[in-house]
């Protein structure tokens, strides 16, 4: 064919795209976003700290933000070893949950027969809560670390399991029938097509994951007490527990919160980064 | 040939079609007729539960392949929501393992061929529904085929974007004369397009009229709107009618 046919340039133009107006690098109307929260965070410490003083409560009951403050910096040498060896635990739990979960769900995706076969042990590990299954784990593998990774592995995987099995298996079936036609390979559908098609909702479970890996980790380290070994932040918050020192478990609540909204953040940007040209989720509408 | 479904559905019976070759033909039928049921089996996305396909054509025997090239249009754009229009225009050629810069080179000028020169890098989404089609139309031109297979390619679009893209297909189908397989319930539309209409009816689908429509092309605007134009579309919607009626 010769390919020298010119036909009428349609009349649509791309638009220039619109400059987004920044303040201080951040997109203007995300302002609201990010400031809007901060004051309601910073009114409701700001009045609890004026409860605390009014009331004249003894910290051990309930501190004022101030002394949390004082004790969070005062104690951070302890605090940041703990909250470093619980990161360690929730990033490597999370990972090999990304890992196995998108393998397994590739597994899935090739035969009807394995994911019939497999899946209902997925939903068993699922449903089985870990605060009756850690003690066990803790008791038969000797590494803690490696106990507590397993446990936050285990409530972390399902959500990326389930959401990447359904994404491979979602993918429009007039795509499927073109990759048919054009004679792609099982592997060529799998990169080209199944796994894009999936990428959206891989991401929905790895940023529920995310959350439920640093949960996990929390619960399987309560839960293995104070081996004394693997001392991240929930064990600190047992240790002041026992020695009353409330305002250093509050400290110790407060690196949890924090991380955990850090990891829900830092996979909500992965999210928008990987999507932002065309899925629906990430395109900011007209209007 | 005929084709039932495993539920039992006769969706097609008793047809039996010759396609020329470099033939523009359109199937036309009321829905649920078996079109897009027959356009699969032309396609080979399913086999036929009786009879059999046969391609014909001097040019498959020296190339030896069991099938001709085929190019499909949807009736809905199909195109990755993930990949930029050039990209999703190079797929054919990218599952061919053809190289990146050969099959680029080839998607953008198939691109330009249905008048999208410089949306190379614009994301489906970004498209009017007329562009995305044409993308569409790019994708299964960008092979080279030998046939064309399409199903209802236009039926989701406005009539003036419609009558552009009838247009811009006539154009490139003289330039370049693969066989065309059309599927369409728009009388005007299988009139104005093809060589020969094939009226098909429903419960079993079954092929009951054909009918040709001598007239030269190039086809265009004054054809539409001449008086053998209208006494065409005339025939066809009484052979269409009686297709429904039988
Ligand atoms: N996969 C399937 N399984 C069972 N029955 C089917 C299947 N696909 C189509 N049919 C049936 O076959 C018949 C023909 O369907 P087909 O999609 O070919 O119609 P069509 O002529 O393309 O209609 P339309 O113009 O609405 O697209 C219909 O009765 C439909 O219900
Ligand atoms: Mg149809």
Request: proline letters at 5%.
């Amino acid at each position: 064919m010769s390919e020298t046919i010119a036909l009428p340039r349609l009349e649509e133009d791309v638009q220039p795209r619109l400059a987004v107006r920044r303040v201080l690098g951040v997109a203007r109307d995300a302002w609201p976003r990010i400031l809007m929260p901060l004051i309601i965070g910073i009114a409701s410490l700001g009045a609890w700290e004026i409860a605390v003083v009014v009331n004249d409560v003894p910290p051990w009951i309930v501190p004022a933000p101030s002394v949390i403050l004082a004790t969070l910096l005062r104690d951070w040498h302890t605090l940041s070893v703990s909250l470093w060896i619980t990161l360690q635990i929730t990033f490597a739990a999370l990972a090999v949950a990304a890992g196995l979960g998108l393998l397994l769900a590739i597994l899935f995706a090739q035969s009807k027969w394995i994911e019939l076969s497999l899946f209902p042990y997925a939903v068993i590990l699922q449903v089985t809560p870990i605060v009756a299954i850690a003690p066990l784990i803790i008791i038969w593998v000797n590494n803690v670390k490696l106990a507590l990774l397993i446990c936050a592995w285990i409530v972390a995987f399902f959500p990326i399991l389930s959401n990447t099995t359904l994404g491979l298996n979602s993918a429009d079936h007039n795509l499927r029938d073109l990759f048919r036609l054009y004679r792609a390979s099982r592997v060529q559908e799998l990169f080209l097509l199944r796994l894009p098609a999936a990428l959206p909702l891989f991401l929905a479970g790895l940023r529920i994951s995310g959350g439920l890996a640093l949960i996990g980790a929390i619960v399987a380290e309560f839960v293995a007490g104070t081996g004394g070994q693997a001392s991240g932040l929930a064990y600190r918050i047992l240790e002041s527990g026992y020695q009353l020192q409330i305002p250093r478990m509050f400290a110790a609540l407060f690196l949890i919160c924090v991380t955990g909204i850090v990891i829900f953040l830092v996979l909500g940007l992965i999210q928008h980064l990987l999507l932002r040209h065309w899925h629906e989720s990430a395109i900011r509408r007209e209007g | 040939m005929a084709k039932r479904f495993t539920d039992g559905t006769l969706a097609l019976s008793g047809v039996d079609l010759d396609v020329g070759q470099g033939e523009f033909l359109s199937l036309l039928g009321p829905s649920g007729c078996g079109k897009s049921t027959l356009l699969r089996i032309l396609s080979g996305l399913i086999e036929p539960s009786a009879g059999s396909l046969d391609w014909l054509t001097a040019a498959q025997q020296t190339r030896g392949a069991a099938q001709p090239k085929l190019g499909f249009v949807f009736q809905e754009p199909t195109l990755m929501p993930w990949a930029t229009a050039l990209a999703n225009v190079a797929l054919p050629l990218r599952l061919a393992g053809m190289s990146r810069s050969e099959r680029e080179d080839r998607a953008a000028s198939a691109l330009a061929r249905v008048g999208l020169a410089g949306f190379e890098t614009a994301y489906p989404r970004a498209l009017s529904g007329g562009m995305k089609m044409r993308v569409s139309i790019a994708r299964a031109l960008v092979t080279c085929p030998d046939i064309l297979l399409m199903d209802e390619p236009f039926a989701a679009l406005d009539e003036i974007t419609r009558f552009r893209l009838n247009n811009d297909l006539l154009s490139i189908w003289q330039e370049a004369r693969f066989t065309v397989v059309f599927v369409t319930h728009s009388v005007f539309e299988s009139v104005y397009l093809s060589e020969r209409v094939v009226v098909m009816a429903a419960r079993p689908g079954r092929v009951v009229r054909e009918i040709a429509i001598e007239i030269p092309y190039p086809r265009d605007e004054t054809f539409r709107t001449s008086a053998e134009y209208a006494s065409l579309c005339r025939t066809v919607s009484l052979g269409l009618g009686e297709a429904i009626a039988a």
